[in-house]
């Protein structure tokens, strides 16, 4: 009897947690980019070693997970091949057993291959418009998705972005790949939703995404924010040194409902998220 009491509990115990179950708001995704070429970092992790050890630094500093990705993003970047994006990805994701990750990839065969290693978050810039078999692979997995908005492409997304409404642009366009991932059989409750600041936008489209991220709530699921670091900072403070503004942004940004921020210094997200939480 008591068996059966317990089976249901233990089956319970065994399904994949939500997005909101797995990140209570809020929650720190720590940046580990293994690239020669990333915006801010490009070159510090592209030693497969010192990129974990700046992962499990991040960990121990009070991410929730770090997000590996072995593709830059930046304006003007070009694509990786395959090949030379699971070189990168793989010896990092190897010496990361045990450790939460997430994978920043837009291609199927490096997220699978993340995902034979642990990877717990695939993390696609593209929405799943990239690779038409990341969807599948995602969907026949227990991995959660990040489905983030990108104006254009990384090589010519800064040249001239455009919006009538930036906000109700990229909140329907959000709404729309979160119906296309669960009709290709992806639980809607494993996705979060990110309006890609800094993909295709311009300061003020930025700015004006942060100021009205409620509309991006009422999706009605989890929004990850990736301010860290972003040019617009620089664009606003003057400062080479974007460490106070992107602690301010992530404030901002959780204050107006985000639930993950995507942040390159840990530890100073984490003690300021905290306060701002504390007083939430
Ligand atoms: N920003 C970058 C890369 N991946 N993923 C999500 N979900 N949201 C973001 O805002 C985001 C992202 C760009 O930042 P970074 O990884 O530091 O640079 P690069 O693309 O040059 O590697």
């Known amino acids: ?51 974990a050890a700046s992962a499990r630094r991040m960990i121990a500093d009070g991410a929730a997970i770090v997000d590996v990705g072995g593709e830059s993003t930046r304006p003007g970047s070009d694509g990786v091949a395959l090949d030379e994006e699971l070189r990168r990805v793989l010896p990092v994701l190897e010496r990361l057993q045990g450790v939460p990750v997430s994978i920043d990839t837009a291609k199927a065969e490096v997220a699978r291959r993340a995902l034979e290693l642990g990877a717990e978050l695939v993390n696609d810039v593209t929405a799943l418009r990239g690779d038409p078999d990341l969807a599948g692979v995602v969907a026949d997995s227990e991995a959660r998705l990040c489905l983030m908005h990108m104006q254009g492409e990384p090589r010519t997304m800064q040249e001239d972005p455009r919006y009538d409404d930036v906000v109700s642009e990229v909140a329907a ?32 489209h930025n700015l004006e ?9 009422a999706l009605g699921r989890p929004v990850l924010i990736g301010f860290s670091r972003k040019s617009s ?36 997200h984490v003690d300021a998220l905290t306060v701002a939480a504390a007083v939430a």
């Open 233 to 268: 900072l620089r664009r606003l403070t003057g400062s080479g040194d974007l460490l106070a503004a992107s602690v301010a942004a992530a404030v901002s940004a959780y204050e107006r409902g985000a639930t993950i921020l995507r942040v390159h210094d840990v530890k100073a």
């Open 209 to 217: 995404i942060v100021r009205r991220l409620d509309v991006f709530v």
């Open 1 to 51: 009897m008591i068996a059966h009491e317990s089976a249901p509990a233990s089956c319970n115990h065994l399904r994949v947690l939500s997005i909101e179950e797995r990140f209570p708001r809020p929650s720190v995704m720590g940046v580990v980019n293994v690239t020669p070429d990333s915006f801010s970092d490009g070159g510090v992790n592209v030693d497969a070693d010192t990129a």
């Open 173 to 204: 366009f959000l709404e729309e790949r979160l119906a296309a991932a669960v009709a290709a059989g992806i639980p809607e409750e494993r996705v979060c939703l990110d309006p890609g600041i800094g993909f295709g936008k311009t300061l003020e």
